[in-house]
């Protein structure tokens, strides 16, 4: 059982800051300035069917909020590594979290990729972004004051 003090060594407010950064990095990587387009027609969905895309937003909010809860735990796990491994600054966060990323995020994406015969251009888009958000989140957290 983990008990509370497991935790201790983490600062809330980079976890917090470090969830909302993933939550924008996602909002930019998914618009259509970056990957909407693309993401959507290997997703399956005609980019142009407004009817669908306006379908697809009114269900988004519990979605977005699902994914910000998922960020938050990314970020806790994330937080308590770093603070495990004294790193404290930038480079070296950004390091840890890419070394989480390689390891299992890209891993488990890809084998669900592969078992669910997804486009290699969907994997890479996806993990990405994940990859993106992983560097960020690794700055933000060996960077802010434990």
């Not at 300035?33 to 988004?60: C, H, S, T, V, Y």
């Not at 299992?104 to 972004?129: D, E, M, S």
Request: hydrophobic share 55%; net charge positive.
């Amino acid at each position: 059982m983990i008990g509370a003090h497991s935790f201790a060594g983490i600062n809330p407010w980079a976890v917090l800051v470090s969830a909302l950064a993933a939550m924008v990095i996602g909002f930019l990587w998914y618009s259509p300035i970056l990957f909407a387009n693309p993401w959507m027609r290997l997703m399956g969905f005609d980019p142009n069917d407004k009817a669908k895309i306006a379908e697809m937003q009114k269900g988004a909010g519990k979605i977005y909020g699902l994914a910000f809860v998922a960020s938050l735990v990314s970020a806790v796990v994330l937080a308590k590594i770093i603070a495990v491994t004294s790193v404290v600054s930038i480079p070296y966060g950004m390091k840890v979290g890419f070394a989480v990323w390689l390891g299992f995020v890209t891993t488990v994406q890809l084998t669900g990729a592969l078992f669910g015969k997804q486009p290699t251009k969907l994997y890479l888009i996806n993990t990405g972004y994940q990859l993106v958000c992983y560097l960020v989140m690794g700055g933000v957290l060996a960077q802010w004051p434990h």
